[in-house]
């Protein structure tokens, strides 16, 4: 039974910082893909980054430079530093174990999610 609980969201200025994390049970971040997606009121739900086992990253133009996925394989952890916030990057956030190891899979949930922090940049 896969479990991933998400942490760290809340409000913030823009140009603030936030950090989110995950904690994941039943899935091994050492051996499979983690990621971030967030959806919006009233906008398409979008992969934000991805992480596969070997700790290969990809991240979404709309948070490439102010965004950074990271793991602790040894916590089973995944996080999500995320600096130079807008208003624009208000969201549910939630953290995702994808069957593939894209953004598209993200998009799609296309695997097991969290219930998700929510982030409101004012």
């Known amino acids: 039974h896969v479990q991933l609980v998400e942490s760290g969201g809340g409000s913030v200025q823009a140009g603030g910082s936030l950090r989110l994390s995950c904690t994941a049970s039943?899935?091994?971040?050492?051996?499979?893909?983690m990621g971030w997606f967030r959806q919006a009121q009233g906008k398409e739900r979008e992969g934000v980054a991805v992480?596969?086992?070997?700790?290969?990253?990809v991240h979404a133009d709309s948070v490439k430079g102010r965004f950074t996925i990271s793991k602790d394989n040894v916590k089973n952890s995944l996080y999500l530093e995320m600096n130079s916030l807008t208003p624009e990057d208000t969201a549910m956030y939630y953290c995702?174990?994808?069957?593939?190891?894209?953004?598209?899979?993200?998009?799609?949930?296309?695997?097991?999610w969290g219930q998700g922090t929510q982030v409101t940049v004012s």
């Open positions: 992480i596969d086992r070997f700790a290969t990253k």
């Open positions: 995702a174990a994808p069957k593939r190891c894209s953004l598209v899979a993200l998009r799609e949930r296309l695997g097991y």
């Open positions: 039943g899935y091994k971040s050492s051996e499979n893909c």
